[in-house]
């Protein structure tokens, strides 16, 4: 089953029921429907066909949208990349995937018409104001179209480029079949949502979180609001105006929200479900929504763009195991292996391997885009390697350690640096931290701290940070280095840059820093 034939279901047996609300714009299932088949069309008449791929570098919108179903409707390939990248990035991603045709907003079309020099083959499609060179996407339309049945579930739907915090970003081939059972099966049965809802996104459809929830309410016949951009009052206000039933977020934007909720927190009332994912959640954010929004369910999960959902929290969890991810989802199989891959005893330190079926056909991605070394790396023997260290309980839960590549050997002991990450926010005046290793002549390596402070409450000193870790965590643990930063580089999609602050950790800065 593809995607497209989900949606055209809906539209048959919903057809007035609001599908998709945006910026002043409430449009039915019917009329959706009639949309992307008129934008099918309109891309066809481009040469769009089968198998090519389709750059959407669009922020949130109905466009997007529209673009995204009219994509799968010719069985083309959808490759969402978030604005909050540069046009060097997207270059990348263009001429990476080969990109048949880029649609951006008017705002970005200089920077993507230096792109398509590069990519003579491709044609460039514009929403908003005309521009030379340019396709309008108000041109990109065929009301005769007749859609023809194209490819199976197991066919590649979108191509989803990993962050890249290290090396260059590898696209994660993603089927109909993936983003199915992922969002229209999995989520639904743990999470117990469906049809009834009405969902609500802030973040990029052209992340993995935004985009999630968005295949949530497509798959299973919800409606979904959709805002142009993060916005903590906005979001209250449209809960509370159009009745929110599931509200998606990273822990980041609920830190965000919680000042708008506190205020007024019967606004959200409406509330069943508030799904995180994306970071750590830190224990005592938990506590907070759950005292503001009694009613609210809150569900946390460990997921990734190659895996899909691999474990779960549910509410009652978030506070039996608040430092868990969860035990794993209904159809995955979790293993937690040695460098030899052979499994670790319960509460010993591995990395977790991840299986679902085969590769493309339940949750797993097919591949990497181009890229079979690094796919036979990856998927070994049917198992995908997470690069995730983690230990699990006598009762199945799962405690994410950290990656691979964070970890700190200090004096022959292995140091995992979210461990003393999560001691550290402990502090109150803390507001974000990230920990990495730096050269010590004496250790090999230490432990050093980049702190981001709250500047609303009393700033600690790094005295009482260290103070803190020495009493909560083992002494070798503790930072040697804290280094107070303005704000911690990050990505266009906000993960920690950690390799940059690792360079900084190796240079002599970090004495500087701390003199």
């Given amino acids: 089953?593809?995607?497209?034939?989900?949606?055209?279901?809906?539209?048959?047996?919903?057809?007035?029921?609001?599908?998709?609300?945006?910026?002043?714009?409430?449009?039915?299932?019917?009329?959706?429907?009639?949309?992307?088949?008129?934008?099918?069309?309109?891309?066809?008449?481009?040469?769009?066909?089968?198998?090519?791929?389709?750059?959407?570098?669009?922020?949130?919108?109905?466009?997007?949208?529209?673009?995204?179903?009219?994509?799968?409707?010719?069985?083309?390939?959808?490759?969402?990349?978030?604005?909050?990248?540069?046009?060097?990035?997207?270059?990348?991603?263009?001429?990476?995937?080969?990109?048949?045709?880029?649609?951006?907003?008017?705002?970005?079309?200089?920077?993507?018409?230096?792109?398509?020099?590069?990519?003579?083959?491709?044609?460039?499609?514009?929403?908003?104001?005309?521009?030379?060179?340019?396709?309008?996407?108000?041109?990109?339309?065929?009301?005769?179209?007749?859609?023809?049945?194209?490819?199976?579930?197991?066919?590649?739907?979108?191509?989803?480029?990993?962050?890249?915090?290290t090396g260059k970003p590898k696209g994660v081939l993603l089927t109909h079949a993936n983003i199915l059972v992922n969002h229209g099966f999995m989520n639904a049965t743990d999470w117990g949502i469906g049809h009834h809802d009405k969902y609500l996104v802030a973040s990029p459809l052209a992340h993995r979180a935004g985009l999630g929830r968005l295949m949530n309410s497509m798959t299973l016949g919800g409606t979904i609001f959709v805002l142009p951009a993060f916005d903590a009052e906005e979001i209250a206000k449209t809960v509370e105006r159009e009745k929110v039933t599931v509200l998606g977020m990273v822990p980041t934007m609920c830190r965000m929200f919680l000042p708008a909720l506190t205020s007024n927190p019967a606004r959200c009332h409406t509330l069943r479900r508030i799904v995180v994912t994306g970071e750590a959640f830190p224990v005592e954010l938990k506590k907070k929504l759950i005292a503001l929004l009694p009613d609210t369910q809150l569900v946390s999960f460990f997921a990734m763009t190659e895996a899909g959902s691999i474990t779960n929290l549910s509410h009652e969890e978030q506070f039996s195991h608040p430092k868990s991810v969860g035990r794993a989802a209904p159809g995955v199989e979790v293993r937690i292996v040695d460098e030899n891959g052979k499994d670790v005893e319960t509460g010993a330190i591995g990395e977790v391997i991840v299986r679902s079926g085969l590769p493309g056909a339940f949750t797993i991605m097919k591949g990497y885009f181009n890229r079979p070394e690094e796919t036979a790396k990856s998927i070994r023997d049917g198992w995908f390697h997470t690069g995730d260290l983690a230990q699990r309980d006598a009762d199945g839960y799962i405690y994410i350690v950290d990656r691979k590549k964070d970890m700190i050997l200090s004096g022959g002991f292995n140091i995992y640096s979210k461990e003393v990450e999560q001691t550290i926010l402990e502090v109150e005046g803390v507001a974000d931290v990230a920990v990495v290793g730096a050269p010590d002549e004496i250790y090999g390596e230490a432990v050093a701290a980049f702190v981001e402070l709250d500047p609303k409450k009393q700033a600690p000193t790094a005295d009482d940070i260290i103070a803190h870790c020495r009493q909560s965590i083992a002494s070798y643990k503790k930072p040697k280095y804290v280094v107070f930063v303005d704000a911690m580089p990050r990505n266009a999609v906000g993960k920690i840059l950690k390799h940059e602050l690792a360079t900084r950790a190796r240079s002599e800065a970090v004495a500087k820093d701390v003199a």
């Avoid at 809906?10 to 057809?15: D, E, F, I, S």
């Avoid at 995937?97 to 491709?122: F, N, Q, T, Y």
Wanted: net charge neutral; aromatic share 8%; proline share 3%.
């Fill in 1 to 165: 089953m593809r995607l497209e034939v989900v949606f055209s279901a809906h539209a048959a047996r919903m057809p007035e029921k609001e599908a998709l609300v945006c910026q002043g714009r409430r449009i039915v299932y019917r009329d959706l429907q009639a949309r992307i088949r008129e934008v099918a069309g309109g891309l066809a008449k481009l040469g769009v066909g089968e198998g090519d791929r389709i750059v959407l570098y669009l922020p949130n919108g109905v466009e997007f949208v529209e673009l995204l179903y009219a994509a799968f409707t010719l069985g083309a390939v959808a490759v969402p990349v978030t604005t909050r990248l540069t046009i060097r990035e997207l270059a990348y991603f263009s001429e990476d995937s080969g990109a048949k045709v880029i649609v951006c907003s008017d705002a970005h079309v200089e920077g993507v018409r230096g792109i398509l020099k590069s990519l003579p083959a491709a044609k460039g499609v514009v929403v908003g104001a005309s521009q030379d060179g340019f396709v309008s996407f108000a041109e990109v339309s065929d009301k005769t179209f007749v859609p023809k049945s194209v490819g199976s579930d197991n066919e590649i739907s979108m191509i989803m480029y990993t962050s890249g915090t």
